[in-house]
């Protein structure tokens, strides 16, 4: 088990660090509107300049050169300030980020993930995996495409005991990386604008005919007799003879391989942008220096072969910058002599034969570091949520639990104890006494524990857990389910998991809210009775809750292990009052009488 080494002030590092990005910002921006000045003050005198050299021949045309280079100048200088500017505003926004999340301020911003989520998972609806106000949303600080979609599937599906505990490593080793982070998030704008990880890899693996062995030497040689015959008719009085030629032959070979030619530069642009951002954080992991682990495994994976990424990644978008060039309408002319765009089609078409075939694996690197950093930025913001315990035998035990996603002053922690000998809670209690957000806070912490993240909890040990909740379940008319119906095929999902995990190292969390709900009181008796006696004869372990004190009783029936628990309430001057702490036994009262006459129902 690692040990979480956050900081004790982790707000303070980030308003120090806050307070440092906003003042470079200002210099920046100063620095900016400077040179911003004075491109204009460099186009007016060009202007003036040259109206003096052609009006009032006062000065030589040649004289315009001078306040047209420095134009020039100012505007890459413009443009690099520009660049310097936004990533000082993208740092800001890393660190007011992150005081948000420290501060329980975080809902609303961030990454939803609603596009990664299956609306038939066996968890992530329940227990606010993806959405607003998520799990997703309170981790996801990644700066791709694929490192969204890495977390994702971590959030959605356990890693096995030796994963874990290399996860676990390797977050505690990033947690202290705050600039590491920070420049990770510097790199590029919002995520759906960078690394689209299907696109990228379809178009470098993509498996076009071969083009003629011959056919760049013949590009360049025509490219040398269109820019001679050129020369020739201008310059030297050839007469356009060959230049007509050389023409002629350009059109009826591009009739004959103008498909074959431009295949390779179809999508060409677009995965140079994204290779652009993931060449950029692949070569910001390469100055790192991870020695061991799970890191140091994925860095030796990075540095693999004579060439690194990044420099292979710069080659490509150097073509792909040359030939968007050809859409330059003064350049067009001197393109087409030049043979321009086929030349730069057979370079691409080069470069993605032998490097496409490693842009998977290096997608795949960018994505496990990025994910491996949003549960160290966790970790580093939440220092007292220490690493689960991972243990071979079927286990959940947690003292202090919290919800993650609820502000630490508006919730009441709880413990919890599964094993083989008290495998199974009955959770009873009135309406609005913490049932279901318990079963959530174990679900989640669950969640998180199988990601390799940190716990909000003081302590927790736990087998490899696979987690089956039915806890917030909809009715659907567009599929003409009922709440009942769509209940029943999650049960059947659940069961379906514990079948499988008998054959597997890990144990199933059923987590049961309000259980077989929609139907009558001596069906759900029977159903649920049965359902928890086939869950806890294949080994799983789990919650039931219910406000229906009949089915408190199960644990009375032969060869049916439960617990009994409670959450229980008070009135107090007419008022319901809850503490919402979990207690020993059933629930001895319902308080739905005095709720309805709370809101003013007449009963």
Known sequence: MAENPGPADPA???????????????????????????????????????????????????????????????????????????????????????????????????????????????????????????????????????????????????????????????????????????????????????????????????????????????LVGLAVVQLVGVIGWVSLGWGPTLLLAALLAHTV??????????????????????????????????????????????????????????????????????????????????????????????????????????????????????????????????????FPEIVDEPLLEGSSLGHPLLAADSFVRNDIHLDSTRPALVVSGSNMSGKSTYLRTIGINAVLAMAGAPVRAAHMRLSPIDVGASVQLHDSLQEGRSRFYAEILRLRQVLDLVKQSESSEATTLFLLDEILHGTNSHDRRLGAEALVRSLLDRGAIGLVTTHDLALAEIGNDDGITVTNVHFGDEIADGKIIFDYRVRPGVVEKSNALALMREVGLEV
């Open 12 to 218: 303070g590092e980030y308003r120090s660090r806050l307070e440092t990005r906003r003042s470079q910002l200002e210099v920046w921006s100063r620095y900016e509107g400077i040179v911003s000045v004075l491109r204009l003050v460099a186009m007016v005198v060009l202007g003036v300049v040259a109206w003096l050299a052609v009006q009032s021949q006062l000065f030589a045309l040649a004289w315009t050169l001078l306040p047209l280079n420095a134009f020039v100048i100012l505007v890459l200088v413009h443009r690099r300030l520009l660049d310097r500017e936004a990533a000082e505003r993208r740092a800001a926004e890393y660190y007011e980020r992150g005081l948000a999340r420290i501060e329980d301020r975080w809902h609303g911003t961030g990454p939803t993930g609603r596009d990664l989520a299956d609306p038939e998972h066996r968890y992530a609806g329940d227990l606010d995996i993806f959405g607003d106000r998520s799990l997703f949303q309170l981790l996801c600080s990644a700066r791709t495409g694929a490192g969204e979609r890495r977390l994702a599937a971590w959030l959605c599906e356990r890693a096995d005991r030796l994963e874990l505990e290399g996860r676990q490593e390797a977050v505690a080793t990033l947690t202290q990386a705050v600039t590491f982070r920070e420049d990770i998030w510097r790199l590029s704008g919002e995520v759906a604008e960078t690394v689209h990880p299907e696109t990228l890899i379809e178009w470098s693996c993509r498996e076009d005919p071969a083009l003629p062995r011959l056919l760049p030497g013949l």
């Open 253 to 386: 070979g591009g009739l004959f391989l103008r498909q074959r030619v431009m295949a390779p530069i179809v999508g060409a642009e677009g995965a140079g942008r994204d290779l652009e951002i993931l060449g950029a954080v692949l070569a910001r992991i390469e100055r790192e220096s991870f020695d061991s682990g799970v890191l140091g495994e994925l860095l030796a994976r990075l540095r693999e072969g004579p060439d690194r990424p990044a420099v292979r990644i710069r080659q490509l978008q150097r073509r792909v910058d040359l030939l968007e060039s050809r859409k330059n309408p003064l350049f067009a002319p001197l393109g087409i002599l030049a043979v321009w765009t086929p030349l730069l089609a057979v370079a691409i078409d080069s470069w993605r034969r032998q490097v496409g075939p490693h842009v998977a694996e290096w997608i795949d690197i960018a994505a496990e570091i990025e994910a491996l950093n949003c549960l160290a930025g966790y970790a580093y913001e939440h220092p007292a949520d220490p």
